[in-house]
């Protein structure tokens, strides 16, 4: 189980303010480390769908973070922002649940 610890790990200012936000609305996390082999950064996975449009005017997202969308069913769907300074992410479900 994570911990508000592992959450201040997290060297990029916005996708941490995000996943503080969302940790404190008791969100389950489902991941939170180095996501594949060939990841030097700690990405941070959320049991829920992202409000994208929502949480980018929020946090008032800079032009450092992309959004990012994984559409392949083998190495999982996901969709989230990740920061290109830092290399760090942030993801969630590819859609809302139903």
């Known amino acids: 189980m994570i911990n508000s610890n592992q959450i201040s790990q997290i060297e990029s200012d916005q996708i941490r303010s995000i996943a503080e936000y969302l940790y404190?609305?008791?969100i389950p996390v489902t991941?939170?480390?180095?996501?594949?082999s060939g990841c030097t950064n700690n990405w941070i996975y959320f049991d829920t769908y992202l409000d994208i449009?929502?949480?980018?005017?929020?946090?008032?997202?800079?032009?450092h973070i992309?959004?990012?969308?994984n559409l392949d069913p083998r190495s999982g769907l996901e969709k989230g922002?990740?920061?290109?300074?830092?290399?760090?992410?942030?993801?969630?479900?590819?859609?809302?649940?139903r």
Request: charged share 25%.
């Open 81 to 97: 922002f990740i920061d290109k300074n830092t290399g760090e992410g942030l993801m969630g479900k590819l859609k809302p649940v």
């Open 66 to 69: 992309e959004i990012h969308e």
């Open 24 to 26: 404190k609305q008791q």
């Open 53 to 63: 449009e929502a949480l980018t005017a929020l946090f008032n997202l800079g032009e």
């Open 31 to 36: 991941f939170f480390g180095k996501a594949w």
